[in-house]
């Protein structure tokens, strides 16, 4: 079991920034990579940004390229992710995740943080 619990969400005007973390505990050792899904209203969940855990290979959507930095510290085994350049169309609640080594998709998620971005 891997916990996961996020912080740092809230309401912005356009053009500000917002820097999300996300604190995994657990079973932290099998963790294969981590990051950022949003979810806007009547939208699915979108990826948003990954990074594995070994190598730190990052990926971000394109949507949001230039603006967003994922970043991680291994120590204290947390993901945060810098949020610049903000647009209303990034409102969303945006959740982390965990995968795990050997599973091919995210297994656990933390509860979810609100952004909005007002123009």
């Known amino acids: 079991q891997v916990q996961l619990v996020e912080s740092g969400g809230g309401l912005v005007q356009a053009g500000g920034s917002l820097r999300l973390s996300c604190a995994a505990s657990g079973r932290t050792f099998s963790i294969y990579s981590m990051g950022w899904f949003r979810q806007a209203p009547g939208e699915e969940r979108d990826l948003v940004a990954t990074i594995k855990w070994a190598g730190s290979t990052i990926d971000y959507a394109d949507s949001v390229k230039g603006r967003f930095t994922i970043s991680r510290d291994n120590a204290e085994t947390m993901v945060y992710l810098q949020m610049n350049a903000l647009k209303p169309d990034d409102t969303a609640v945006y959740y982390c995740?965990?995968?795990?080594?050997?599973?091919?998709?995210?297994?656990?998620w933390g509860q979810g943080t609100q952004v909005t971005v007002s123009s």
């Open positions: 995740y965990a995968r795990l080594r050997g599973s091919s998709e995210p297994e656990y």
